[in-house]
């Protein structure tokens, strides 16, 4: 196919139509992803220097070899769905169809709505390897979930990085903790803390998120947005029916 800026309007034209005509639905999409905890969360401070001034030790980040611990979380636009931390975790396929069977659960006891009403699970999550393995794929199929497309390493349009993650990440600055149980309770409380439209506004933006694709002067104008875009315009065709 021939890809060009008309085209993916098109596209995106599709996908905004349906969040327009259909904001009952919208309450179903889920998002989730991981994110590394640190215990130490220096605050980074903002330096100017000459031209020939070294700032090499002039800002405070986080260590990456430090000590932390694996957030995964699962939220909606009411609310966090599942929460769970782990201080040694490799994430791979088995372990994160382990977490959409835990994400299940989770849903049927908290989202009671979705089978009383016989709505289908929107699920929206990043194309790292573990979220597309089989094994992965082949469990969300019992489910009969909808699976939204997202476009390869393209954390900016990700729900929980720009959303959830970046604010977490701004919160966090300063903080040091002691213990896995203290980070657990800084993350339960700063969950808490946030009001119901701080959830809804993160899934109702979406949409506008993606027309900053078409908007970037072709920044993301490749290859994996024009399969996306493709994907796009299928789900929606499927969602939309026939004209």
């Not at 139509?17 to 889920?30: A, T």
């Not at 489910?143 to 604010?167: E, G, M, Q």
């Not at 700063?190 to 694709?213: C, P, Q, T, V, Y």
Request: one cysteine or more; proline letters at 4%.
């Amino acid at each position: 196919m021939n890809w060009n800026r008309e085209t993916l309007k098109g596209d995106f034209s599709l996908a905004n139509s349906w969040f327009k005509d259909n904001r009952e639905k919208v309450f179903c999409i889920v998002t989730g992803d991981e994110k590394w905890i640190f215990y130490d969360n220096p605050k980074k401070k903002k330096y100017y220097a000459k031209p020939d001034q070294s700032l090499s030790n002039s800002t405070s980040t986080p260590n990456i070899h430090g000590s932390k611990i694996m957030l995964c979380i699962w939220w909606d636009q009411k609310d966090s769905c599942l929460l769970w931390a782990a201080e040694t975790w490799q994430l791979s396929g088995d372990r994160y169809r382990l977490q959409s069977i835990r994400l299940s659960r989770a849903l049927r006891e908290k989202r009671p709505e979705y089978e009383q009403r016989h709505d289908k699970v929107i699920l929206l999550h990043d194309n790292a390897r573990p979220h597309v393995a089989k094994v992965v794929t082949k469990y969300l199929e019992t489910l009969k979930w909808d699976v939204l497309p997202h476009p390869l390493y393209s954390p900016d349009i990700a729900l929980s990085d720009y959303w959830l993650f970046r604010r977490m990440q701004h919160d966090l600055s300063s903080h040091r903790f002691t213990s896995f149980a203290e980070i657990e309770n800084w993350l339960q409380n700063w969950i808490a803390s946030k009001d119901k439209s701080f959830f809804r506004d993160g899934i109702r933006k979406l949409s506008e998120r993606w027309e900053k694709i078409v908007g970037s002067d072709g920044q993301y104008f490749n290859w994996s947005v024009h399969s996306f875009c493709f994907e796009i315009n299928v789900f929606f065709t499927q969602k939309n029916g026939p004209n």
